[in-house]
């Protein structure tokens, strides 16, 4: 399977914190691929160096072309969708305004529609008129996961998508993924729930200390229980 994302001897800052450690990570086209770790050993900050939001130098490529150093904007438009931890929506816009917002390509060409995003998360349509800044934290989350997908991008890159959700909704939230693969739209999931993480990947990798400690399937990673000792559990 050729790379749709191939991150190579990665290194990130702030400042002059030196948070990632030459890492290396690759995504397959139609492949779900979950990055796991302790808050804290550089999940985010590995996200964020691929869509331009940290200082970073080694190599990221999309699709085949270098995007290292672009502008957050010129990567979105190349078709790697980023949905961040924040849940940013625009509050005094309603539902169906901030869905609109993210189309970035020819409406009548892209595979989602609206009523692909209403019939993933029916809540959205009850609340299509409603400002976002009125919604719950788990419909945020909704809004901002469809409001990405309908720039349809090719790869996404999701950060925390059940953080501080209710069980009902975290449901939902492993469906959407589902689904994503379901249409060939790639996935680089961060995630702190274990459970969900090795229920919809293909590959995973772990991180501990800005670096990649393991990389492997979901059941080698199940069978590995000093990886998961020493690296995922509290």
Same mark, same amino acid.
């Given at each position: 399977?050729?790379?749709? *994302?191939?991150?190579?001897?990665?290194?990130?800052?702030?400042?002059?914190?030196? $948070? *990632?450690?030459?890492?290396?990570?690759?995504?397959?086209?139609?492949?779900?691929?979950?990055?796991?770790?302790?808050?804290?050993?550089?999940?985010?900050?590995?996200?964020?160096?691929?869509?331009?939001?940290?200082?970073?130098?080694?190599? $990221?490529?999309?699709?085949?072309?270098?995007?290292?150093?672009?502008?957050?904007?010129?990567?979105?438009?190349?078709?790697?969708?980023?949905?961040? #931890?924040?849940?940013?929506?625009?509050?005094? *816009?309603?539902?169906?305004?901030?869905?609109?917002?993210?189309?970035?390509?020819?409406?009548?060409?892209?595979?989602?529609?609206?009523?692909?995003?209403?019939?993933?998360?029916?809540? @959205?349509?009850?609340?299509?008129?409603?400002?976002?800044? @009125? @919604?719950?934290?788990? #419909?945020?989350?909704?809004?901002?996961?469809?409001?990405?997908?309908?720039?349809?991008?090719?790869?996404?890159?999701?950060?925390?998508?059940?953080?501080?959700?209710?069980?009902?909704? $975290?449901?939902? $939230?492993?469906?959407?993924?589902?689904?994503?693969? #379901?249409?060939?739209?790639?996935?680089?999931?961060?995630?702190?729930?274990?459970?969900?993480?090795?229920?919809?990947?293909?590959?995973?990798?772990?991180?501990?200390?800005?670096?990649?400690?393991?990389?492997?399937?979901?059941?080698?990673?199940?069978?590995?229980?000093?990886?998961?000792?020493?690296?995922?559990?509290?």
């Amino acid at each position: 399977m050729s790379a749709l *994302l191939d991150i190579r001897q990665l290194h990130a800052f702030y400042g002059k914190s030196h $948070v *990632l450690h030459g890492v290396d990570l690759h995504v397959g086209a139609g492949e779900i691929v979950s990055l796991l770790g302790r808050n804290g050993v550089g999940r985010s900050t590995l996200v964020k160096a691929a869509m331009g939001q940290v200082a970073a130098r080694g190599a $990221v490529r999309f699709k085949g072309a270098d995007i290292l150093g672009l502008k957050a904007y010129q990567i979105a438009h190349r078709g790697l969708g980023y949905v961040p #931890e924040s849940r940013d929506v625009f509050p005094t *816009l309603t539902v169906e305004q901030n869905l609109l917002l993210g189309r970035k390509r020819n409406a009548d060409t892209g595979r989602w529609r609206l009523g692909d995003m209403y019939r993933m998360f029916p809540r @959205l349509e009850e609340r299509r008129g409603v400002a976002a800044g @009125l @919604l719950s934290g788990g #419909e945020q989350q909704m809004l901002t996961l469809c409001r990405t997908l309908m720039g349809d991008p090719d790869l996404m890159m999701i950060d925390e998508p059940t953080e501080g959700l209710a069980p009902q909704v $975290v449901a939902p $939230v492993a469906r959407y993924l589902l689904a994503l693969r #379901e249409r060939g739209i790639a996935v680089l999931l961060v995630e702190q729930k274990l459970a969900i993480a090795l229920d919809i990947s293909q590959r995973v990798y772990v991180m501990g200390r800005g670096a990649i400690v393991f990389e492997g399937t979901p059941e080698q990673l199940r069978q590995d229980g000093g990886v998961r000792r020493e690296w995922l559990e509290v």
